[in-house]
Every structure is written in structure tokens, then in C-alpha cells.
């Protein structure tokens, strides 16, 4: 009985750059951050909590670093 060879792959996969990516983990710290910004400016001109704002503004620092930190580099050759 015959056995087939496997075929070859027709379409090679081209190797995606690392740089051509979207970070979107930072993306998102972004957007965090612009978030906490208009959120501290509620608290802080409605209502006139300073305490409170200033935690909203370094509690989301804080998730922002921590966030950052954890994630890795674009690697550059």
C-alpha cells in the first residue's frame, strides 16, 4: 500500500515585528489614567474632596506601575 508524503505548506507566515505592534497594555494605562484624571476632577469640583481625589489619582498610579512594571519591553535587534 502506498503511503502519501505530507505536503508542504503553500503560504509561508511572515515573523511579525515587535515594533509594527500596538503596546496595549500601555494603551490601556493611558486611558486609565485619563479616567482617574476626569474622575479626581468630579470629586474634587463637585463635592470638594480633596482627600478624596488625591487617592483616586495615586490609587490609579499605583495600578498603572504595577501593571508596567509586570509587562515586558518590546525587544529591539
Do not use: C
Not at 506601575?65 to 529591539?76: E, F, I, R
Amino acid at each position: 500500500m502506498p503511503i502519501q508524503k505530507p505536503q508542504k505548506p503553500r503560504v509561508r507566515a511572515r515573523a511579525v515585528d515587535p515594533l509594527e505592534t500596538i503596546d496595549w497594555l500601555a494603551l490601556w494605562a493611558i486611558s486609565l489614567g485619563l479616567s482617574a484624571i476626569v474622575l479626581a476632577g468630579i470629586a474634587y469640583f463637585t463635592i470638594g474632596d480633596n482627600l478624596g481625589a488625591s487617592f483616586i489619582l495615586a490609587s490609579a498610579a499605583g495600578i498603572i506601575g504595577a501593571a508596567l512594571l509586570a509587562s515586558k519591553p518590546p525587544v529591539h535587534e
